[in-house]
């Protein structure tokens, strides 16, 4: 898919929260949902601010609106881990 068909990230207008890409999996094993994101992290034609995730028990009794809000929250903290271990000086 050409890059052109993706939004750039901007405000929600409901709630100010920042609207990020999140792909929510089901009924894949564990094997097939980590081939899956390995693939999709492969191709680096595609956007990588993609939150994944699997319904568990629990996230499938939520409201998914919740369930996308925790999902972009958990996203923007391993990025801004992943940003901060790349800019920390080697020893």
Do not use: W
């Not at 890409?21 to 081939?35: N, T, W, Y």
């Not at 990588?48 to 369930?67: H, I, K, Y």
Request: overall charge positive; glycine content about 4%.
């Amino acid at each position: 898919m050409a890059e052109e068909n993706y939004t750039k990230v901007d405000r929600d207008d409901e709630d100010g929260e920042e609207r990020g890409k999140v792909v929510i999996l089901h009924g894949f094993s564990p094997a097939q949902l980590h081939a899956v994101v390995e693939a999709y992290r492969k191709n680096a034609k595609l956007p990588q601010d993609v939150a994944f995730a699997t319904v568990t028990p629990e996230s499938g009794r939520r409201r998914l609106r919740d369930v996308v809000r925790e999902l972009r929250a958990d996203a923007r903290a391993a990025a801004k881990r992943r940003a901060s271990r790349s800019a920390a000086p080697s020893s």
